[in-house]
């Protein structure tokens, strides 16, 4: 098998310190492929990438009407939160109208990923909980599918547990591929993740900003989750992080987000077009350099949409005293010929 294209390069001074190889994939809704590079029939693990596919057990199981989700809380199940002030009281408040707290939360626990809630919390003396998991939100989501399902919220993380195969189940409506147990893991939060190809996983979120191809339910459901994420940028990631910044710059016209090991996931709405990508060395400021390239050549960015996309794709590289001594930046012919 041909390794994959190298799609971002880091430079130090004047020469190429690493390469990042990796593959993309954009597709319609019909499955027709818009441009592709690599190897888009590699499955591979979408991690955070796909909450909002996750989060249609919400709708499946009526726990939206039923908990009265806002659309802040909807977002918030879409999210990998940064752990600042408006997403951990979101969160709480959400917990505590389903008559739970944080204890009830088996996402574990990790300081605010966002600096300056860190620092916030640390002057406090107080320790991190999990309302601070930047996958407290979605995990929140899931305790209300438990309740709704009326099955015990304990142990709702196992792969076995009635929540994880509603939402197995419908990650596999969307991505029209099923998930195995061949090619499945544990999440950093400790859900299942599964692996599928990277073209799978561009058609689903296609798919999801269309609503061809789904049930009229999971097409409604899609809709509201890409309505409130993009709406709700800063409750997706926050303050700085490449998903927010590129939601809030394209006002509704490009759901993103991000996943761990340089997996990058979305949909051009306007144009019903989904994509995935994956870095294939995992590395994130890579990623989201290919991310920014794909959607410079193929969202048709406006100029302050281009600016911050730019920002990104071609990325300074300081050292601890500030110097800039290198550029990372995407390798934007590759993603100019792969149509």
Known sequence: MDANPVLAEAMRGNWVENRHRGAFAILDAEGRIVAAAGDIERAIFPRSAIKSMQALAIFDHHADDRFHHTP??????????????????????????LGLSEADLECGAHPPTNPAARDALRATGRQPSPLHNNCSGKHSGMLSVALAMGVPTAGYVSRQHAVQRAVRRAVEAVIGEPLTEDRCGT???????????????ALGFARMATGQGLSAGHATA?????DVATAHPHLVAGTGHFDTLVMEAFGGRVMHKGGAEGVQCGAIRDKGW???????????????????????????????QRQVLEAFARQTLKNVRSTAVGELHAVLHEFDAKR
Request: charged share 20%; aromatic share 6%.
């Open 274 to 304: 989904g994509y995935a990508l994956k870095c294939d060395d995992g590395n994130m400021a890579a990623s989201q350099a290919m991310a920014a390239a794909l959607l410079l050549e193929f969202a048709g960015p406006d100029a302050q």
């Open 222 to 226: 899609a809709r509201t989750l890409f």
């Open 187 to 201: 999440d950093g939060c400790s859900i299942p993740t599964w692996a599928a190809p990277i073209r799978a996983f």
């Open 72 to 97: 802040e809380e909807l977002a918030l199940a879409c999210a990998s939160h940064h752990g600042e002030d408006v997403h951990v009281t979101r969160v709480s408040a959400l917990l505590e109208r």
